[in-house]
């Protein structure tokens, strides 16, 4: 999709330039290309294009930006990771910032807080400290982005430890007149704190975020694979183990995954973390023996292995041509996670799947709970009762083949809707939902976990916000008045 601001709509352009220590990148120069690349483009193919993109190097560059963007009235949004389906990091016709030039993290191991840059992304922050036997925990995918610990957070170690927002102790953050905020819990914007742990992308762009971190010292992780057979009983047998043994075994976490890699025969992933004391995790991986009997064609759980339960599909991703994606999830409780849903759920996402024209696609199940249903952040977590999530991304490369996997994916969100018998919640949590130009607040109070957080992120919103300057993030609609 073409600009629909022109150059002369931007202002004297060139002065920006000149204000900024890192980069201004207009359609055609150098590094334009690299500037407004993201990871998918959406469902119906219309890809967004910036007029100008802004690459900071430090929170001074954002303020310059910020500034001009609200002078001068130019469509906004942030990019990090570029992962949203609906590229809500590239403001079309408006300025992209780009993040990626500011990546740094640092660890104090002593204090047990990480300071992460905005730009950074997940394997940035687990590579660094892994060092330290410490974590954050974060999402499935290392080239995600800051934007998931804005948005709440999820991720195999999540039920352990929380969702990755309620990590989140400070924040430097820009706010649309330029004002450089650091946000703390005892600080004057104590209540601002609150609503970047969910709706942070909506309030200003967070240039540093100061993360508390746990200590995995004694720990087991990594890695198991299995073959997708006919009838896809494996699929089956791991997802009953998560519901019944899983779920209830304190410090263990796991979860499922059905991928087509380099477009050859599906396999299967899950992700895995025990927490456990040292010395003892050989005893600590006992509970693995029933997955192991399934007869893995690869397993990499080992003691010490966090780093490699986070990396897990790095070097699929990597290999990853541009592509299409539309996602699809919902959630619902343990007891409605029967032997007939989990049937539905394999003949859904692995029988009915269009392997040959969505062959990057990956579709599974997590077990949720825990410490991730216990927080009061703005998010869906504990008002929606997610015990046991699904998740499907459907993804395709060939824009001819949009309407058949469009129609799979709706498909795969009722079906399984009719197998829950109406327990099941759809797409509660903004991160992996799909987000409209408009929000009808239903949408709005289930993402943000009850009418009352988003009262609460509204008063926010027209502190911090009032022209709107940050309209690009998952709870759009937000600027308006509770209805």
């Known amino acids: 999709m073409a600009p629909s601001t022109s150059i002369t709509d931007l202002g004297p352009i060139e002065e920006l330039r000149a204000a900024l ?10 590094n334009w290309e690299q500037a407004v690349k993201v990871w998918c483009y959406p469902a119906q193919g219309k890809a967004r294009t910036p007029a100008v993109v802004v690459r900071p190097r430090g929170t001074s560059d954002v303020v310059t930006a910020v500034k001009y963007a609200t002078k001068h009235r130019i469509p906004f949004a942030v990019k990090g990771g570029g992962h949203t389906p609906a590229n809500l990091g590239i403001a079309n016709g408006g300025m992209t910032l780009d993040m990626s030039l500011m990546r740094s993290v640092f660890v104090d191991p002593v204090a047990k807080v990480a300071v992460v840059d905005g730009g950074a992304l997940l394997g940035d922050v687990d590579m660094e400290t892994a060092l330290y036997n410490l974590c954050v925990p974060l999402g499935h995918a290392p080239v995600t982005g800051m934007g998931l610990a804005l948005g709440g957070g999820v991720g195999v170690a ?15 953050l820009v706010t649309a007149d330029g004002t450089v905020h650091d946000v703390s819990a005892d600080g004057p914007d104590a209540e601002l704190l609150w609503g970047l742990r969910g709706a942070g992308a909506a309030f200003g762009v967070a240039t540093k975020i100061r993360f508390r971190l746990n200590d995995v ?9 299995w073959r997708d057979e006919p009838g896809h009983e494996t699929f089956k047998a791991v997802a009953r183990f998560m519901r019944d043994v899983g779920y209830h075994t304190p410090g263990f976490s796991t979860n499922l995954n059905r991928i087509t890699p380099d477009g050859g025969p599906p396999v299967l992933v899950s992700q895995m973390v025990l927490l456990g004391e040292p010395g003892r995790e050989e005893e600590t991986m006992k509970i693995l023996e029933p997955l192991r009997a399934l007869g893995p064609i690869t397993d990499s759980v080992r003691p010490g292995g966090y780093i490699d339960c986070q990396f897990a599909h790095a070097k699929t991703l990597a290999r990853s041509p541009p592509h299409y994606e539309i996602w699809t999830a919902g959630t619902l409780p343990l007891d409605a996670c029967t032997d007939n849903f989990i049937d539905a759920l394999a003949e859904q996402l692995c029988e009915r799947h269009p392997d040959d024209k969505c062959p990057l696609s990956l579709g599974g199940c997590d077990i949720w709970g825990g410490k991730l249903c216990s927080t009061d952040a703005p998010v869906a977590f504990a008002a929606s009762k997610c015990e046991f999530s699904w998740l499907h991304i459907t993804s395709w490369i060939d824009p001819t083949h949009s309407d058949d996997a469009v129609a799979y994916n709706r498909a795969t969100r009722a079906e399984l809707g009719r197998a829950a018998a109406a327990r099941m919640v759809v797409e509660p949590y903004g991160n992996f939902g799909s987000t409209e130009e408009h929000m009808e607040d239903e949408v709005l109070i289930k993402r943000a976990g009850g009418a009352d957080n988003l009262a609460r992120l509204r008063v926010l919103k027209a502190k911090y916000d009032p022209t709107n300057l940050f309209a690009s993030h998952h709870f759009v609609g937000l600027e308006r008045k509770s209805s």
């Open 158 to 172: 999540t039920r352990l430890f929380g969702p990755t927002c309620d990590h989140i102790i400070g924040v430097t």
């Open 21 to 30: 220590w890192g980069e201004m990148v207009l359609p055609g120069e150098t």
């Open 217 to 225: 010292t004694g720990h087991c992780g990594g890695v198991m694979t």
